[in-house]
Each structure stands twice: as structure tokens, then as C-alpha cells.
């Protein structure tokens, strides 16, 4: 079945790391993905990784894949307060185009 | 650069009318693709379409109807519009069906509000 998985709430101080995980169930999935969501606004793309990468680093943003737990997760270092807005990990289901959000995890940093 | 652009932004119609929404996909990319997001949920995908054709089918409701033109921009046509209606519609577009680049970018999306 098609189910992805995230914790709903996440609060940190500026400055911290914040860690946002998720699972997934498609193990044939070509990308995973993770997009970023304020209030109000569009789905920004944060990043992406293929799924024969382990890990993939781009500027304060680090994604981890591990693919036998089928676990996800996105980094943020020395979190700031623009980055407060709920962060979505999103699988393909197929090659056809439906993308399979998680509920979102809502990131909260506190100055 | 140039993004996902959707019109209009805002929409407020009252049940049982009927709304288009606009997507124009960011240049050169040929495949678009629908999702609505209702308060505090997460985006559920509708409909996609690769160089004109549909790609694939989500849990778009009967009333409504979606194309892809020539330019390859994209319209939702919905229909008797009812009050489970009201959310954000995203169009996204990427290049090639499907997920051959990864890259898979949003718009910023439609609120329909049916009163």
C-alpha cells in the first residue's frame, strides 16, 4: 500500500539542528522528496534525493536514505526562524506522476 | 527563473457553480500534474498529464475535468461545485512523464472558497 509517515510537531531553538524523519513504503521508488510549506504559500521543492544515494548534502539541508528501513530524513543546521513552516516528504507511487505526501511534520523555532 | 504560474490565485464561488483554474508550466517542461490540499491535510494528487495526454488519474472527483493544450498549459474544470470544494489547488510540472529528472516543482497554488 501507498502510506508515508511523519511525526506531526517538531520545536527547536535557533541556532539547533532540527531533524525531520520519515517512512515510506515504496521500496521501487526512483526519488524521495522533500518540499517545504508556510503558511498560505505554494510547495517549495527543498531537495531531493535518488534513491542508489545514501545521503545528500546541500548548504545547511543534509537528507539521509536508508533504504532497507526505508527511513528518510532531512537535516536542517543552525535553524533559523524563516525556516519555521511545516516540511513535507513526498514518494512517487508510480511512474505516472502522483506524488504521496506525509502529513507534514510543522517545525517551530524559538528564538 | 521562471516558475509554475496558476491563475487566479484567489477564487470565491458560491455551490453549484463552476470554476476553471489555470496552471502554465514552467518553460519547456511538457508534464503537469493536479492536487488539491484542504485545511491542514496533505496534498492529494488528482490528475496528470504528459505532452497532452493523461498520465495518470488520482481521486479527482466525476465533476470534474481536466486538459492539457498545445502550449502545454493545464486547466481544472470543476463543476457543481460543493462546499467539500473550498481547498488549495497546486498544479506542478516537471520535464518528461513521470519522474525521469526528479525535479518536480509546485505553483503557489489557487484557494477556491465555495460558499
Known amino acids: 500500500g501507498e502510506d508515508v509517515e511523519q511525526s506531526l510537531f517538531l520545536s527547536v531553538r535557533e541556532g539547533d539542528s532540527s531533524v525531520i524523519n520519515c517512512t515510506y513504503t515504496?521500496?521501487?521508488?526512483?526519488?524521495l522528496y522533500w518540499y517545504k510549506q508556510e503558511p498560505g504559500a505554494g510547495l517549495q521543492l527543498l531537495t531531493y534525493?535518488?534513491?542508489?544515494?545514501d545521503m545528500k548534502q546541500d548548504q545547511r539541508l543534509t537528507v539521509l536514505l536508508n533504504k532497507k528501513d526505508k527511513h528518510l530524513s532531512l537535516r536542517i543546521a543552525d535553524t533559523q526562524t524563516g525556516d519555521s513552516a511545516i516540511y513535507f516528504c513526498a514518494e512517487p507511487y508510480n511512474q505516472g506522476g502522483k506524488l504521496i505526501f506525509g502529513q507534514g511534520t510543522e517545525l517551530s523555532v524559538k528564538p | 527563473a521562471a516558475g509554475v504560474i496558476q491563475s487566479p490565485r484567489h477564487l470565491i464561488k458560491e455551490k453549484r457553480e463552476t470554476a476553471t483554474l489555470k496552471c502554465y508550466p514552467i518553460?519547456?517542461?511538457?508534464?503537469v500534474y493536479w492536487y488539491q490540499q484542504g485545511p491542514g491535510q496533505d496534498p492529494q494528487f488528482l490528475i496528470s498529464f504528459y505532452e497532452k495526454m493523461q498520465s495518470d488519474k488520482g481521486s479527482i472527483p466525476d465533476r470534474f475535468s481536466a486538459q492539457q493544450f498545445s502550449d502545454y498549459h493545464s486547466e481544472l474544470n470543476m463543476s457543481s461545485l460543493e462546499l467539500g470544494d473550498s481547498a488549495l489547488y497546486f498544479c506542478?510540472?516537471?520535464?518528461?512523464?513521470?519522474?525521469?529528472?526528479?525535479?518536480?516543482?509546485f505553483g503557489e497554488g489557487s484557494r477556491l472558497t465555495v460558499l
Open positions: 515504496d521500496s521501487s521508488s526512483t526519488y
Open positions: 518553460p519547456r517542461h511538457d508534464t
Open positions: 506542478a510540472s516537471s520535464l518528461g512523464g513521470g519522474f525521469s529528472t526528479g525535479e518536480l516543482f
Open positions: 534525493i535518488f534513491s542508489n544515494m
